[in-house]
T-cell receptor, first 123, second 110 residues
């Protein structure tokens, strides 16, 4: 059974970089046909897709991040990462990593999720 | 980035049927399959319906998804107390090359 687990600092200072890791077990980030995603939920708000990475390294980002986001893979460790630069209080949220299959040629939804990690931006 | 429009709330007594709408446009729902998620506080969202009307493994047939044109809907029949949660629709939007989520609907069992 595929499992995803987020890790990273719970507290980040304003203007610094939030760095999160998603460790994948029970499957490989190099498997063809899957996008690996970051999604967040600010307190009291809805879900927001941040971006994704394909096993080839191709990335897609939510335009609202305005080039602050960077998603990468470490195939040797079977992990993928989110770096979010110049954070503000508005970036305080629960951050989730999730898998999105595209085996049919269409995106099939986020079928496996990590438990989520709360990242707070505060001085 | 566009946000798909959902009603903020829906409710009904146990056993009743409730329906949640998700309204989009021609480059999101109009082109791509719609997925539905159930989100309980303190847990990760769960994929309920994928590709418009396919139930994920283990999801009871009380949950039904449909899509027509640029709108989609999720119906919950035989409402149960455990169905109290937030529900989100989501779709890949080709115009921004990314996913967009609906605004979310809180379902309350009266």
């Amino acid at each position: 059974q595929l499992q995803l687990q987020e890790s990273g600092p719970g507290l980040v200072r304003p203007s610094e970089t939030l760095s999160l890791t998603c460790a994948v077990s029970g499957g490989s980030v190099t498997s063809n046909g899957f996008y690996w995603n970051w999604i967040r939920q600010p307190p009291g708000k809805g879900l927001e897709w941040l971006g994704s990475i394909f096993h080839t390294g191709t990335t897609y980002y939510n335009p609202s991040l305005k080039s602050r986001g960077d998603i990468s893979l470490d195939t040797s460790k079977n992990q993928f990462f989110l770096n979010l630069k110049s954070v503000t209080a508005a970036d305080t949220a629960i951050y989730y990593c999730a898998r999105d299959p595209i085996l049919t040629g269409f995106h099939e939804g986020f079928d496996f999720w990590g438990q989520g990690i709360l990242a707070t931006v505060s001085s | 980035q566009s946000v798909l429009t959902q009603p903020p709330s829906a409710s009904g007594p146990p056993g009743q049927r409730v329906s949640i709408s998700c309204s989009g446009g021609r480059f999101d729902i109009g082109l791509s399959p719609v997925h539905w998620y159930q989100h309980l506080p303190g847990t990760a969202p769960k994929l309920l319906i994928y590709s418009n009307n396919q139930r994920s493994s283990g999801v009871p047939d009380r949950f039904t998804g449909s899509k027509s044109g640029t709108s989609a809907s999720l119906a919950i029949s035989g409402l149960q107390s455990e169905d109290e949660a937030d529900y989100y629709c989501a779709v890949w939007d080709d115009s921004v090359t990314g996913y967009v989520f609906g605004s979310g609907t809180k379902v309350t069992v009266l």
